[in-house]
């Protein structure tokens, strides 16, 4: 079993998984036989140290060799044993395995050699950014102009674009910190709170068209946010779901709305608060990440196993009985063994007594009813109306969920990859949520250092965030640098990523732009929350619904016709200054000299028809609907 360190190393990126080219062509064709799911001839293919272990014969693998690998003997046509059994790979995937194995090189494990710790960090991300670049010879874009710094700004930090009085005072301002300055007073506004707070209401609880039943969830976000809550905090929050305070009180709707599923509640823990995609190791280990073992994900179930919705006069809660829970689980051939309550680091919580036959008030600081220990009737309901929240003297969850956020790198490495995803486009570990082995990080000294220093310096979200955004890398033009023959690869941030808006984002910034005083709108977010892209996509691509819902929905037809915009635009006389206010409001710039003429030539001052046309174009166009 991988030590807890080799699984840190493992997470951050330093080990040596199948990856890269090689990677789709081992989990397509040959894990399902020798991996999480089953090893055939005790061969497990998951990694490059278990595949030069081999199983009941020698090594699979002879590193530069690809001739005396018996992984690529198998493939050729005609090889008996032929592998896949009932499938021929084809030519372009035999020539890479080949490839592979003539180019592997087995070393032995490095440790990262990591930045000083008392560094700043933004000087950090750009040192480390940059040496990435120069590994790979690769030119940066060249920094962002201030209009679109402070469009960008506006939308990562508000989610919303800057109104044109707001876009023009950053742009006449004088002074070289101005940037910094915009940083500071937008991370400390109520915006900020409410953008984040929509942010994690989707990480944490999807989108329900009902929000009605999560004012206390909102209300507690909300408060998260402009408190600055340590996130080890929130942590607790959520998973103990027992509030000590009135604002504290919205934290029990993250495992009530699981409706009592357990499963539900160990993988949406797993996901949101680890990063990690549990699931794939219900019934075995996992496929292709071999640190996550099916011990692992029942484990996870039994320490949320005795959890209960509740009423009580402070609202919905999450109860915990202090008996029960001891749960078997069986592999696909059919070996039962007994759950534990084990982390992901392979450390065991044991229990302050044995196995217990029956529930007792003895075991509860807070009891429940005395119904709750006694066998019900037939078609007897177990009450659920308590006066009282019931609090076992050893509460798994709270055992769980000091486990995962003290001194545990896994939780804070997951926050800070999801908030640099957020601003960056795209996670130092993609997809946010697959934090394992298959999904080595791109910049693993990088989300190491920025890990350890979240967690030493009190889990503070907005340090955080303040120190990405500050980043000349954060700060770069989306266009790719001239002298690029090749356009960099996403994954070396060498220029800002082209982000789609979200559904809130997109309602937000839709209002702004139309000229209405407020930015919120719950109506409208419902509607374009059905169409428009979700939060940490791994891939977008924009639908065949979102181009017809732009071009022929009556929706945007009535948004502008009925905006104080259109209202403010029909009374102006010049029609030069007319193209420049809509541009202003819309796309937050100035038009080009070639955009004013082709706009000259179709808009007319006080003709609605073609006002209202030209609106539609800009709000329609991608630069509206992309951070960029």
């Known amino acids: 079993m991988p030590s807890p360190r080799q699984i840190l190393s493992i997470l951050l ?13 081992i989990i397509d064709n040959c894990t399902k036989c020798h991996g999480g799911v089953k090893q055939k001839g005790g ?15 020698d090594t699979s693998l002879v590193p530069g060799n690809s001739e005396k690998s018996p992984l690529f003997q198998s493939i050729q046509i005609g090889s008996d044993p032929h592998m896949p059994p009932k499938k021929q790979l084809t030519p372009a995937e035999i020539e890479s395995l080949k490839l592979w194995i003539t180019d592997l090189k087995i070393t032995p494990p490095v440790e990262l050699v990591l930045p000083d710790p008392s560094r700043n960090a933004t000087e950090v991300i750009d040192q480390l950014i940059s040496k990435k670049w120069q590994e790979k010879e690769i030119t940066p874009a060249l920094p962002s102009n201030d209009a679109t710094f402070v469009r960008r700004i506006y939308l990562d930090l508000l989610g919303r674009t800057p109104k044109p009085d707001e876009a023009q005072s950053f742009l006449n301002d004088p002074d070289p910190e101005k940037r910094n300055a915009l940083i500071d007073r937008l991370t400390e506004s109520r915006e900020h709170a409410d953008h984040l707070t929509e942010v994690f209401n989707v990480v944490f609880l999807d989108r329900t068209k009902d929000r009605g039943n999560r004012k206390a969830w909102l209300d507690y976000l909300r408060w998260t946010f402009e408190s600055n809550r340590p996130w080890d905090q929130v942590g607790l929050d959520l998973i103990i779901a027992r509030p000590k305070s009135k604002m504290e009180n919205g934290a029990s709707r993250f495992l009530y709305e699981q409706r009592d599923s357990h499963h539900e509640m160990a993988i949406r823990t797993s996901r949101t608060l680890l990063g990690k995609q549990v699931q ?17 994900y029942w484990g996870l179930i039994a320490f949320f196993s005795r959890s209960l919705n509740v009423k009580t006069p402070e609202g919905p809660r999450v109860a915990e009985r202090a008996h029960g829970g001891y749960d078997q689980f069986a592999n696909l051939e059919g070996k039962t063994s007994q759950s534990q309550l084990i982390l992901f680091s392979n450390k065991t919580i044991s229990e302050p007594y044995e196995k217990r036959e029956k529930d007792s008030k003895d075991f509860y600081t807070i009891a429940p009813p005395d119904q709750w220990f006694r066998k019900l009737k037939k078609d007897e309901k177990l009450k659920k109306d308590l006066s009282s929240l019931p609090v076992p003297r050893f509460s798994r969850r709270e055992k769980f969920a000091k486990a995962i956020t003290t001194d545990n790198p896994e939780y804070s490495a997951a926050i800070v990859n999801r908030i640099w995803a957020l601003l960056y486009g795209r996670g130092l570990v993609h997809p946010v949520d697959l934090m394992d082995s298959a999904h080595p990080a791109s910049h693993p000294e990088l989300l190491a250092w920025l890990t350890r220093d979240f967690s030493k310096n009190g889990h503070n979200l907005r340090r955080l965030i303040r120190a990405l955004v500050r980043s000349k890398a954060y700060q770069l033009d989306s266009r790719p640098a001239l002298s690029a023959s090749n356009p960099p690869q996403d994954l070396f941030f060498a220029r800002a990523l082209d982000k789609p808006l979200s559904a809130e984002a997109l309602t937000r910034s839709l209002r702004v732009a139309l000229g209405h005083d407020s930015a919120n709108d719950d109506a409208l977010r419902a509607k374009l929350a059905r169409i428009f892209p979700d939060l940490f996509e791994e891939n977008f691509s924009p639908s065949v619904q979102q181009t017809m819902f732009l071009t022929n929905g009556k929706l945007f037809e009535r948004l502008i016709a009925d905006s104080p915009l259109l209202d403010k635009l029909k009374e102006i006389e010049d029609r030069q200054t007319l193209v420049r206010e809509t541009f202003q409001n819309i796309l937050s710039r100035e038009p080009d000299e070639e955009e004013k003429q082709r706009s000259l030539s179709f808009v007319k001052a006080k003709d609605h028809s073609s006002i209202e046309q030209f609106c539609w174009a800009l709000i329609t166009s991608a630069e509206f609907r992309i951070n960029h």
């Open 13 to 25: 990126g330093f080990s040596g998984p199948l990856c890269g080219q090689i990677h789709p062509v």
């Open 43 to 57: 061969l497990d293919l998951r990694t490059i140290d278990s595949a030069l272990e081999g199983g009941e014969t």
């Open 280 to 296: 794939c190791a219900q019934c075995h280990d996992h496929p292709v990440a071999p640190e996550i073992e099916q011990g692992h």
